[in-house]
Structure formats: structure tokens, C-alpha cells
């Protein structure tokens, strides 16, 4: 494709790169105004605590700790709230402190929280009853009712999103700190104007502190475009998902642009490869970057490639599936000898009927019930204890003996 044109389907220009998923702003100078306010905001995060989150995940690297990372798939404005935060918070806490009692290892908590507010989409545009509509990418870029002017991209709310972020990240550092505990924040790097802005130089360096850790999804990691681009740049922690279509050599070529220093715990996969396609898919992006003497963290998202459509069109995912891939995750690293890092999940605290399945078995007919996400389904906290038992299980199998 030509990098000179803006195109209605996402893939825009930014840096001179071709940058996917990008909404059809309506206003570019509205949307560089907003970004100019928001460099002279203060950062949400600061750089040494980046810093001690890479040095957490360079023991994930070396088999000494597991990373757990989840939330919601996409965080909401209307969705702010003291519980919500507490539900994720205590939530993500007490499935660490069933894994790491079974495995004797620390657990690395990271939050998909505090900044998920855009999401990459298969199609630019959505159709209801004749009418076409830009489709919702998060509300850091518009609004998720299906009316014309909900959903017209607005600047405006990369500030919404910076504000929502602060308060979140206020309540954590509560619990974190009532707690002793320490909590990371994470979210997709998909907004280029919004990472950037928040984007600062300082004496250690040049870090993105919209988050401690960045993660670039499985539509825009193309090795040439502005996301990767933009997460070469940063001295943050960074994630990579691999879905199934991903190679070695893309992989590799991944590791070589960003993480050419090789630093312990700097650059993490997370594999998002599907029940049925990991036990084929894994092992040769595994094998392959552990023989180049690369040592990135390996996690396993098991929600994204297992999307099923329910009877009454509710878009889910099966426990069973989930469990599945996550077995199948273990299996690999076994037979290689590496180490499974952990896992990357859509889940909340609250009690929601979006998945299918699990020990609280919620069923086709109760999907309706409580299907709140903005997004893609996620796991209840029922669900998420479940997840976190099978972890549990797992590691203990994979290490019988104490490792600390
Ligand atoms: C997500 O994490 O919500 C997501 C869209 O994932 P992926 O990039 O793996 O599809
Ligand atoms: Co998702």
C-alpha cells in the first residue's frame, strides 16, 4: 500500500509508517491540540517504576517468577468505579496467591487496567438495519451506542481516557499499598497521538508513561509499521501477541528490533494461538527464539483465539477451551524444556455470564443474564479462580520440587 494516503480502513500514516488501525479522525487539528494538552500533563506512571517491572519480568524470563496479567477487554468511562477497580485488584491478587502457594514461586501482577480504552476491530465499519456506521474502537476514540454522533471519533476523549486512567491508577496504589503488594498496569499501545503524547525523555532514558508495560496486538505488529516503530523507541517493558499465523522468523525479527540489547525482561510474547492450532503453532516460535539465545517471557493468552458465536448471538468463549489452550500452552514448554511464563486473560471480579463454562457452569441461556463487556467476553471471577487452580496445577506439576 501506498504510506502517502489516509484510508477509511484504519491503516493511516503516522512517522511516515504505516500505522493499522487508526480511527478516521474527523478533526486532525482538533486531535493534535489534544495531544500537545496532553504532553504537558503529567505522566501516569513514572520510569524507575518501569524499570522494576523489566527486572520483575527478567525473573519471569528465567523461570523464577510467573506473570499474571488480566482485566477487562475493554475498559469503559461509565465503568470508573471503586468496586470495579477492587473486583480486578483483589481479583488478579487472590489467583496469585493460589498459584504462587502451589508453586512456590512470586507471581507478577499486571492489570490489563488503567488505560485499555482502544481496541483494535476486524472491520472499520458496522451495519444495522441499513445503516452503516464506524465501528466502536474503545472509548478513547468513541462512543459504543449504535448513533451516528456516539460514534464519530472525538479527540476529546484521549483526555477522558488520561483522566479515567489517573483515577484508576489512584485506587490501585490504595489497595497496593494497604496491601503491600505491588501492581503494574498495562494496556494495548493501539493510539498512536495518545501513547505518544504521553511519551517523555528523561535521564534514564525515553519511556512511554501512559503504563508500566506495553503491549502491541496480534493486527498491528507488522515489523514495518508505526507500532512496532513506536515500541522500539520506548525503554518500557513490552508485549508482543502472536496469534497462530505468526513464523519463527517474525518472531525473531521481533526480538532483533526490540530488544537488539538482549535485557532481561524487556520484550514478552504472548501467544493467543487457539485450543485447537497450539500444540501445532507454539513449538517453533518457542524453539526457534530459545535456539537464537533470546530469552523473552512466553505467556499464553487463551481467550483470543477461541471466539465462538452463541446460539443467540452473543459473542463467547468456552471454559473448556480456555483450560484447553492453556494445557496445551504447558505441553509445549514442557516437551522444549523452557519456561511456561504465565498467562494473559480477559476476566473481571464481577459475577458476569460471558463466558461459557466453568465449576459455576454458565450456560447458553444465561448469557443474557449479565453480559455487560464493552468488548470481547471474559472470564467471571468464578471463572478466574478456575483459571487460576488449573494454573496452580500446572506449575506444580511442571516443578515439583521448590524453586526458591
Ligand atoms: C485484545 O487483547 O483485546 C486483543 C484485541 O487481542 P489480539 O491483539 O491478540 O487480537
Ligand atoms: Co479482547
Known amino acids: ?61 528465567r523461570g523464577e517468577a510467573i506473570l499474571l496479567q488480566g482485566g477487562d477487554c475493554a475498559e469503559t468511562f461509565d465503568g470508573v468505579s471503586q468496586e470495579q477497580v477492587a473486583g480486578k485488584f483483589h481479583t488478579l491478587g487472590d489467583m496469585a496467591a493460589v498459584i504462587s502457594d502451589a508453586v512456590q514461586l512470586p507471581v507478577v501482577r499486571v492489570g490489563r487496567i488503567a488505560g485499555q480504552f482502544a481496541k483494535p476491530r476486524s472491520r472499520p465499519e458496522e451495519t444495522r438495519n441499513g445503516v452503516t456506521l464506524p465501528v466502536y474502537r474503545g472509548d478513547i476514540v468513541n462512543g459504543a451506542a449504535f448513533d451516528a454522533r456516539e460514534r464519530t471519533p472525538d479527540p476529546r476523549r484521549l483526555k ?31 493510539i498512536l497521538e495518545y ?64 530488544d537488539p540489547e538482549r535485557r532481561p525482561g524487556r520484550l514478552t510474547f504472548i501467544a493467543r494461538m487457539g485450543a485447537r492450532s497450539v500444540r501445532d503453532a507454539l513449538p517453533d516460535l518457542v524453539a526457534k527464539v530459545t535456539a537464537s539465545g533470546a530469552q523473552p517471557v512466553w505467556v499464553c493468552d487463551p481467550m483470543h483465539g477461541n471466539g465462538v458465536e452463541a446460539p443467540s448471538g452473543h459473542k463467547t468463549r468456552r471454559f473448556d477451551d480456555v483450560a484447553d489452550e492453556v494445557v496445551g500452552f504447558f505441553e509445549v ?52 479462580f ?11 506439576r511442571a516443578y515439583p520440587n521448590p524453586r526458591r
Not at 511519551?199 to 534514564?204: F, I, S
Request: net charge negative; with cysteine.
Open 1 to 61: 500500500m501506498s504510506v502517502t494516503d489516509e484510508r477509511p480502513s484504519g491503516t493511516a500514516v503516522r512517522g511516515g509508517l504505516p500505522a493499522d488501525q487508526q480511527p478516521d479522525w474527523p478533526d486532525r487539528s482538533a486531535l493534535l491540540a489534544t495531544a500537545a494538552e496532553l504532553s504537558g500533563c503529567p505522566p501516569l506512571v513514572l520510569p524507575a517504576e518501569c524499570d522494576l517491572l523489566t527486572e520483575r519480568l527478567a525473573a519471569v524470563a
Open 160 to 190: 477522558r481516557a488520561y483522566h479515567a486512567s489517573a483515577t484508576i491508577l489512584n485506587l490501585l496504589r490504595a489497595h497496593a499499598s494497604e496491601h503491600c503488594a505491588e501492581f503494574w498496569t498495562s494496556h494495548e499501545a493501539l
Open 195 to 258: 501513547e505518544r503524547a504521553l511519551t517523555r525523555e528523561t535521564e534514564l532514558g525515553t519511556y512511554a508513561l501512559s503504563a508500566h508495560l506495553l503491549w502491541t496486538g496480534e493486527r498491528t505488529r507488522r515489523l514495518d509499521g508505526a507500532h512496532i516503530d513506536f515500541a522500539a523507541r520506548v525503554r518500557n517493558p513490552v508485549a508482543v501477541k502472536l496469534g497462530p499465523s505468526a513464523t519463527a522468523d517474525e518472531a525473531l525479527a521481533l526480538v532483533d528490533r526490540l
Open 333 to 384: 514448554h514442557e516437551s522444549l524444556g523452557t519456561h511456561p511464563g504465565g498467562v494473559h486473560a480477559e476476566l473481571t471480579g464481577e459475577d458476569v455470564t460471558e463466558c461459557l463454562g466453568g465449576t459455576c457452569a454458565v450456560l447458553p441461556a444465561d448469557l443474557p443474564t449479565r453480559y455487560e463487556t464493552a468488548c470481547d467476553p471474559r472470564l467471571n471471577r468464578d471463572q478466574a
Open 386 to 396: 478456575d483459571l487460576a487452580f488449573l494454573l496452580a496445577e500446572r506449575y506444580a
